[in-house]
């Protein structure tokens, strides 16, 4: 890191933690009210943190034994856009539910034709009077079954690059003509879903932006991402984090060389994984633009994910993964979901194939891949 975090008697430290001896044990609500659940947006839903303070709150929270929530999909996503583009009353509607997580997000963005290119969505919203008319059908929508509202893309024109024929709503999923059908995973879990939407009202006022404005709105989400000294597990942040597998593949205390072998390139990767996150964070904090770097940590993260939890799967053998079942909100063994849910990870969030072209074209200048 080319950065060194400001000194202990640093006047944000000092903020902090004067916050933090008077909520010794916050509440998620008293976290939204203090603006931690997303310091990096404005007041007063956030703290105006710029990187650098970012990583001065998650060091004091550490100290004081405690994590900040990691990112939702509504923080993550459904704030920053509503942020970017809503009203003050979508603003103030949505943002406080949204940071104390009395209110729930998904997304309804992937469609069974349109994942990778989503531009090319095919459902539609058509206006009449003061309501949106929506049909079409989702795929993939994370706990649709489960959350109060979805930000959904849907297509508004026709005519024009697809780019410039999308809109983006926030969508009641209490709303009448929502049918959710759940899909089950290969770990037994049904974390997602199919969403089916027909003849779907959706108030005009719960359009963000403009109309056909939706992709930049979309793109907008993606660059707002918060700065964290956090490394989190190796699948997406969740299970186990790098010591953890470490400690696990000691356990096995492995002769076998082949496997020796994989285990220290896993290591080496882990280092690279380290620095490379480090880059990114130097860059943040000193004011640089990280740009693709991100998508090397994807496709390489992701990878990494997967070879940890077939190194564990493959030194501990099949017997744990012979009972069937792995959700992991109710198995005790992280490993046996980890090994199923590692493959998601070279799929969601951009496929590791379009990372790569993101790395050729904008790191390596490598040629535009042929368009359509
Ligand atoms: C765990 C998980 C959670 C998800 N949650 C959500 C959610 O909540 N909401 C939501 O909307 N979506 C969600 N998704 C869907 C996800 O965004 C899509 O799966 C992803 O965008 C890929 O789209 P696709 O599955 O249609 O694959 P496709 O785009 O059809 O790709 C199929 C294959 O073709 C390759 N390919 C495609 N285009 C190119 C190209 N230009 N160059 C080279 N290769 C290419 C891909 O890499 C892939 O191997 C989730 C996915 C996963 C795995």
């Given at each position: 890191m080319d950065f060194t975090l400001p000194p202990d008697d640093d006047p944000r430290r000092v903020e902090v933690r004067a916050w933090l001896a008077d909520h010794p044990e916050p509440t998620r609500k008293d976290l939204a009210e203090g603006g931690f659940v997303a310091p990096h947006w404005p007041r007063p839903w956030g703290r105006d943190a710029d990187p650098e303070t970012q990583l001065v709150i998650d060091d004091e929270f550490r100290a004081a034994g405690l994590r900040l929530p990691g990112a939702s999909i509504g923080v993550g996503w459904a704030g920053p856009t509503i942020l970017?583009?809503?009203?003050?009353?979508?603003?103030?509607?949505?943002?406080?539910?949204?940071?104390d997580d009395t209110e729930g997000w998904c997304q309804l963005f992937s469609e069974p034709e349109a994942g990778s290119d989503l531009a090319s969505l095919r459902t539609r919203a058509v206006r009449d009077g003061d309501v949106y008319v929506v049909n079409g059908s989702k795929i993939w929508s994370?706990?649709?079954?489960v959350t109060d509202w979805g930000i959904l893309l849907a297509r508004t024109a026709d005519e024009g690059p697809p780019q410039k024929c999308i809109s983006y709503f926030l969508l009641d999923m209490a709303t009448p003509g929502i049918e959710v059908r759940p899909i089950i995973e290969m770990t037994g879990g049904r974390h997602f879903n199919e969403t089916f939407l027909t003849e779907v009202r959706i108030p005009a006022g719960n359009m963000v932006g403009t109309e056909n404005e939706g992709w930049r709105l979309a793109k907008v989400t993606l660059a707002n991402e918060r700065v964290s000294l956090s490394e989190g597990g190796v699948l997406w942040g969740r299970g186990p984090a790098d010591p953890a597998v470490l400690d696990r593949l000691r356990s096995f205390a492995c002769s076998d060389p082949v496997l020796r072998q994989r285990i220290a390139d896993l290591y080496t990767e882990m280092v690279i994984l380290r620095l490379l996150n480090r880059r990114i964070m130097s860059a943040k904090v000193t004011g640089g633009d990280p740009g693709p770097l991100s998508s090397v940590r994807k496709a390489i993260g992701d990878k990494h994910g997967q070879k940890a939890m077939a190194l564990v799967k493959d030194l501990e053998g099949p017997s744990t993964m012979l009972d069937g079942n792995y959700p992991y909100e109710e198995h005790e063994d992280p490993w046996a979901w980890g090994h199923y849910f590692s493959r998601a990870l070279t799929i969601g969030g951009g496929t590791s194939e379009v990372q790569r072209n993101i790395i050729g074209e904008r790191l390596l200048g490598l040629p535009r891949e042929p368009r359509p």
């Open positions: 970017a583009g809503g009203t003050e009353e979508q603003k103030a509607r949505f943002l406080p539910p949204m940071l994370t706990r649709a079954d």
